[in-house]
């Protein structure tokens, strides 16, 4: 059975730092790229980021490119979002995804997900 379980999201202030993690079990995580996705209360789930299998390819939405970073252990079959600089406008729910597509095609559709991590900025 697939899973994928989010982690690290908690309340933060503006300006503040939060890293997300997500395990993986139940597939051989080197077949996935990685992505990160969030839904915000009353809009779309929407791409916040995507890593390639090996980490050689990155893909961020324009608006956490330079605040945001992709990373992942395969070892530890872990994708992870360190979140720097954060906004109250980055607030929502941040779910990890996998797929065997590439890393770009993730940011259109996907077909596992994990449960989601409440991430909270205050102003």
């Known amino acids: 059975q697939v899973r994928l379980v989010e982690s690290g999201g908690g309340l933060v202030q503006a300006g503040g730092s939060l890293s997300l993690s997500c395990a993986a079990s139940?597939?051989?995580?080197?077949?996935?790229?990685m992505a990160w996705f969030r839904q915000a209360p009353g809009k779309e789930r929407e791409f916040v980021a995507s890593?390639?299998?090996?980490?050689?390819?990155?893909y961020y939405v324009n608006s956490v490119k330079g605040r945001f970073t992709i990373a992942r252990d395969n070892a530890k079959k872990t994708v992870y979002l360190r979140m720097n600089s954060l906004k109250p406008e980055d607030t929502a729910v941040y779910y990890c995804?996998?797929?065997?597509?590439?890393?770009?095609?993730?940011?259109?559709?996907?077909?596992?997900w994990g449960q989601g991590t409440q991430v909270t900025v205050s102003s």
């Open positions: 995804t996998a797929s065997t597509q590439s890393a770009y095609a993730i940011q259109k559709s996907s077909s596992l």
């Open positions: 139940g597939l051989t995580f080197v077949n996935y790229a």
């Open positions: 890593i390639s299998w090996n980490g050689g390819a990155t």
